[in-house]
């Protein structure tokens, strides 16, 4: 079953509001690449050990997943178009005081208010993302979500190249901060207003249920996802045997992901968001058993790529499905969908490390291969459930 859209406001303003919502995602994805490569820096710092880094992580995290609510019905109120730009302020600040912090202690908060400003620009993105792909003449939203897979490879690389010049990690932080204040100044005239909020039909009181079912996947997705960034590098270097390739093995789950992504819109629209979901889930399926079955350098980094290939598309059809339900707005429903994403993105990489700490990590990678086994399973019927609410 083909998908198609019908464009719904003048070709001009939805082309704007694409290339707007694009930089967004761009600018999402190198901002968080930015945090990234300077965990390292911070650490050494502070000098602080792996329990205390651990501990500021979990505050970024327990901030981003405790205001994800409350964020969405912000969004929902303010417009997604406002609430990008005022988002945008608040994180383009928290980047900018990351390296200002003269304490250990002054800088839990600074984190705190990075996630927040974070959480408060991604799902403000992403309604937006959701009312532009509601204008467009065929899909897009897999697009946006493959320009912040594109913004965080560039944000990783560049952040690499400036540590090795000796830039100063504050003027990278600062010139960051600078380059969200730019994008967000001129994306926001560009920006559509988000559409009424279709109500909810007599007899749909079960939306709740598919919010939480779409949660469910997200949960299982980001799992798998979480999982692949933190273990891969490792899993090459201590099970593959492969200490010199062991770098690749992030570089082509992300790539993977980058192709999944930008080649996602076409395939949905040629097959749909739930052959495509079954299609996502049995790639990464198999990706993932081809690494633990054969976990030979080749066939390891192969797999990983298949797994980068099926996780592509798994984030942006589940926010696309929640963004379509009725009687709620698609931000508030986005918010509710991150939120489980977000702890599973969490707990992937913990669960990993327990099973691997009581067996072997080929062992651990198993439960990689039943979250995304789920979805190859389960998914299609979730999103069947989701498109019968709209």
């Known amino acids: 079953m083909t998908e198609s859209t019908a464009l719904t406001v003048p070709y001009a303003v939805f082309s704007r509001a694409r290339w707007a919502t694009m930089w967004l995602f761009f600018m999402a994805g190198a901002c968080y690449a930015t945090w990234g490569v300077h965990i390292p820096t911070i650490r050494d710092k502070f000098g602080l050990s792996a329990g205390a880094l651990s501990m500021a992580m979990f505050a970024m995290a327990a901030g981003a997943i405790t205001v994800m ?3 969405g019905r912000w969004v929902a109120r303010q417009g997604s178009a406002r609430a990008a730009w005022q988002a945008g302020l608040v994180y383009a600040a928290a980047v900018a005081l990351i390296m200002v912090a003269p304490s250990f202690w002054l800088l839990i908060p600074v984190l705190v208010l ?5 959480t408060g620009y991604d799902v ?9 792909e509601a204008s467009a003449p065929k899909p897009v939203m897999a697009q946006f979500h493959g320009m912040f897979s ?3 490879m560039v944000g990783a690389s560049v952040g690499g190249v400036l540590i090795k010049l000796g830039v100063p990690p504050l003027l990278h932080c600062a010139g960051m901060a600078a380059l969200i204040l730019l994008t967000i100044w001129w994306a926001h005239p560009r920006m559509q207003e988000d559409h009424p909020v279709a109500p909810a039909k007599a007899g749909q009181h079960h939306i709740g249920r598919v919010l939480w079912l779409l949660g469910l996947l997200a949960f299982l997705g980001l799992i798998a996802e979480g999982a692949m960034y933190d273990w891969t590098v490792i899993y090459l270097r201590d099970v593959a045997h492969s200490a010199e390739l062991a770098s690749m093995a992030y570089a082509t789950f992300s790539g993977g992901m980058a192709l999944g992504r930008f080649g996602g819109d076409a395939l949905r629209a040629r097959f749909g968001m739930e052959q495509l979901l079954k299609l996502s889930g049995w790639v990464g399926f198999a990706g993932i058993a081809l690494a633990v079955a054969l976990p030979w350098p080749a066939t390891s980094l192969l797999g990983f790529t298949l797994m980068g290939l099926g996780c592509a598309n798994l984030v942006p059809l589940f926010f696309l499905a929640a963004s379509r339900l009725p009687g709620i707005s698609p931000a508030e429903a986005i918010a509710d969908v991150a939120r489980l994403a977000y702890v599973g993105l969490l707990l992937g990489p913990v669960l990993i490390g327990m099973v691997t700490q009581h067996s072997n990590l080929r062992w651990g990678m198993l439960v990689v291969a039943i979250a995304i086994g789920w979805i190859a399973v389960d998914g299609a019927r979730v999103l069947r459930k989701a498109q019968a609410s709209g």
């Open 69 to 71: 609510k409350p964020v």
């Open 150 to 152: 594109l913004g965080g």
């Open 114 to 118: 990075f996630a927040i400003g974070n």
């Open 124 to 132: 403000a993105m992403n309604a937006h993302a959701a009312t532009v």
